[in-house]
């Protein structure tokens, strides 16, 4: 089992990667902007449970491919560019705040929920960090390896969802004020589809 002490400093490094600038607490502020609070924080969740299935995957062993696997890893970031595209396309060609039916798109809580989780497991750069990240706060003196591997997972989602929790209500709270603007709302769209695009190229262009 993992000690205190172990906990205690994995959990702190863990926040202060959740605080360093990366294309998921970019892509956390952006939804919380242009759909509000609540809706931010179902991303955040989405999130959170894209992680278990990274700690997962470096607990069996599954990380290992998309580190020695040139044609696993291009296939996933190909498929998180282009769900990133998909996203920046709907921002760029709204008016405002994009509907269908007549509903608001982001009145569905499962469609932001899915959205986190979809944004998280497309980037194999996440399993590949975690393949080396994680594996150095377990030892094999201390239990099963997977078991450590899992606490750790869940300490780390933790910290992001602390994280990420608090940029997007401030975030959202900002989005919220500025909803009430037809123009403001329009110049959020165009943004948030410049930085979907934006970390579409760079998601694209990464390596192992």
């Given at each position: 089992?993992?000690?205190?002490?172990?906990?205690?400093?994995?959990?702190?490094?863990?926040?202060?990667?959740?605080?360093?600038?990366?294309?998921?607490?970019?892509?956390?502020?952006m939804q919380?902007?242009?759909?509000?609070?609540?809706?931010?924080?179902?991303?955040?969740l989405?999130?959170?449970?894209?992680?278990?299935?990274?700690?997962a995957?470096?607990?069996?062993?599954?990380?290992?491919?998309?580190?020695?696997?040139?044609?696993?890893?291009?296939?996933?970031?190909?498929?998180?560019?282009?769900?990133?595209?998909?996203?920046?396309?709907?921002?760029?060609?709204?008016?405002?705040?994009?509907?269908?039916?007549?509903?608001?798109?982001?009145s569905?809580?499962?469609?932001?929920?899915?959205?986190?989780?979809?944004?998280?497991l497309?980037?194999?750069?996440?399993?590949?960090?975690?393949?080396?990240?994680?594996?150095?706060?377990?030892?094999?003196?201390?239990?099963?390896?997977?078991?450590?591997?899992?606490?750790?997972?869940?300490?780390?989602?933790?910290?992001?969802?602390?994280?990420?929790?608090?940029l997007?209500?401030?975030a959202?709270?900002?989005?919220?004020?500025?909803?009430?603007?037809?123009?403001?709302?329009?110049?959020?769209?165009?943004?948030?589809?410049?930085?979907?695009?934006?970390?579409?190229?760079?998601?694209?262009?990464?390596?192992?």
């Open positions: 089992m993992l000690t205190f002490d172990i906990a205690l400093s994995f959990f702190g490094i863990a926040v202060l990667l959740a605080l360093a600038p990366g294309p998921d607490n970019v892509f956390v502020v919380s902007a242009m759909w509000g609070r609540r809706s931010g924080m179902l991303v955040v989405g999130l959170c449970t894209g992680l278990i299935g990274h700690t995957a470096v607990a069996i062993g599954l990380a290992a491919i998309f580190a020695t696997s040139a044609t696993a890893f291009n296939f996933l970031k190909l498929a998180g560019a282009a769900y990133l595209v998909y996203l920046a396309w709907g921002a760029l060609t709204a008016n405002g705040r994009p509907t269908t039916d007549d509903k608001p798109l982001h569905s809580g499962l469609a932001l929920y899915r959205r986190g989780i979809v944004m998280n497309t980037n194999p750069k996440v399993s590949i960090f975690f393949l080396a990240f994680l594996p150095q706060f377990t030892t094999p003196a201390r239990g099963s390896v997977a078991l450590q591997t899992l606490l750790l997972g869940a300490l780390f989602m933790l910290a992001t969802l602390l994280v990420f929790g608090v997007a209500w401030f959202g709270a900002l989005g919220e004020k500025m909803q009430s603007s037809a123009r403001w709302q329009k110049l959020l769209n165009r943004a948030a589809g410049v930085v979907f695009l934006g970390l579409a190229v760079k998601l694209a262009m990464s390596h192992r």
